[in-house]
């Protein structure tokens, strides 16, 4: 079959984003089907495409995925009004190639929510299937979050959020609450899979090349995190971390945020301000590299904003990332990663604002690195055993197959 696969955030591991949807598009192709990606140019991203864009585009093949690059340059910096404006000229152009390519399954991933319109196209006005596959339940979080409160804007979102759960024969669902949160839309609940994010085991836990930033000395506990630097991550509980430790004098455990979004000049001047010694920040790196990185350090930080929506309704990358690389993880909300992470021993749940319980976990990682080193290994089978990427995405190809026609 022809997928006409929508992401606007594409993304090989040659960039510094998430790869899920190249890994799916992958499978699709080892599974004998086409696919045409169609995406926007997103920073940190690498598409595989280099050629200059012709009349607002550029298309060929990367890695057998035929991809469609469309010249929209999206980043955290931007203002949102602007983010908005790229959002909707990102929908409506996938619209024209709804009506003008050869497809016999449509699937549309957010974020952002508007990746849906062109899957309402395709269902109602060719009659394609529709598979929609929900990253983040909006508008739940910026509501929660309270980055949108214009009743106006929040009532459109709902509406399109309403639209594109009615229009796709079949949805996914990156965690339990965004599973949740589709059927409270009155969907049937056979209609939604459960398809979290996975663990790349051909790029983390293959032979690497170990490296630590030059601040980093060989006997410190690393602790990493890798991730956008935006309101969502909440990185200044990791700031508010940092100066407890300089106040409890441990300079021998060092915090490294790696990584790139709108808020990271702030907490590079408050580090800055405040003479953060056991701070490190770094620049976004490719896949390969971060699995060098990870096999040098000694814990991964899942750290998030507490916003009770994120606890059941976020599958984040690097969580996976990190149970890939066999890193234990210092989690610091509530919800369905803390339980994983406390139900398999592979790290250390803290409450969310604590600072005093986030250095208390760091000091115990440092004190007992046997201890740590047994966390990790345990990270490690939890990736393979549940989260392994092949057999994720072999689930999620066949919940795609649901959707051709029966002979």
């Known amino acids: ?31 004998g089907h086409r696919v045409t990606m169609v995406c926007g140019s997103y920073g940190g991203a690498q598409t595989g495409l280099a050629q200059p864009f012709h009349r ?51 699937f549309a991933t ?17 009659g394609k299937p529709f598979v929609f596959e929900v990253r983040d339940l909006w508008p739940e979080l910026p509501r929660a979050m309270g980055v949108i409160r214009n009743p106006l804007v929040l009532m459109a979102m709902s509406l399109l959020e309403w639209a594109s759960y009615r229009s796709a024969q079949l949805l996914i669902g990156l965690s339990p609450g965004i599973v949740e949160g589709i059927t409270r839309r009155g969907v049937r609940r056979e209609r939604v899979a459960l398809i979290p994010n996975g663990c790349d085991l051909d790029i983390f836990a293959v032979e690497v090349k170990p490296w630590r930033p030059a601040e980093v000395a060989p006997e410190d506990l690393l602790a990493v995190f890798a991730g956008t630097h935006g309101v969502a991550n909440g990185l200044e509980a990791v700031l508010n971390a940092s100066a407890e430790l300089g106040r409890r004098g441990r300079s021998d455990i ?42 040098a350090s000694d814990l991964g930080l899942q750290v998030l ?17 990190y149970l890939a690389a066999g890193l234990p993880v210092l989690n610091n909300y509530p919800g369905w990663l803390a339980g994983l ?14 600072p005093v319980a986030f250095a208390d976990a760091l000091e115990r990682a440092a004190d007992n690195r046997g201890a740590l080193r047994a966390m990790g290994e345990r990270s490690r089978v939890l990736a393979r055993k549940q989260f392994e990427r092949r057999q994720l995405a072999d689930h999620w190809v066949d919940w795609i197959e649901r959707c051709l026609p029966r002979a």
């Open 110 to 126: 957010s974020t952002p929510l508007t990746a849906g319109i062109p899957g309402i196209f395709a269902r109602w006005l060719r």
């Open 305 to 321: 904003a507490n916003v009770p929506a994120f606890y059941y309704g976020t599958s984040p990358n690097k969580f996976f990332d």
């Open 1 to 31: 079959m022809r997928v006409l696969y929508f992401h606007q955030h594409f993304s090989t591991p040659s960039g510094s984003a998430g790869i899920r949807s190249y890994e799916m598009a992958r499978r699709l192709l080892d599974r």
């Open 341 to 354: 992470i406390a139900e398999h021993c592979c790290g250390f749940v803290v409450p969310p604002d604590d």
């Open 56 to 106: 607002g585009y550029r298309r060929g093949l990367v890695d057998g995925i035929d991809v469609v690059e469309f010249d929209l340059k999206y980043s955290n910096h931007d203002r949102f009004g602007q983010r908005v404006l790229t959002f909707l000229k990102f929908a409506f152009r996938s619209v024209a190639l709804v009506f003008t390519e050869r497809y016999d399954v449509v």
């Open 254 to 295: 060092k915090l490294l945020l790696i990584g790139q979004g709108a808020l990271k000049p702030a907490l590079q001047e408050r580090a800055r301000r405040e003479n953060l010694e056991n701070l490190v920040f770094h620049d976004p790196i490719d896949k390969a590299r971060l699995a060098d990185l990870m096999a």
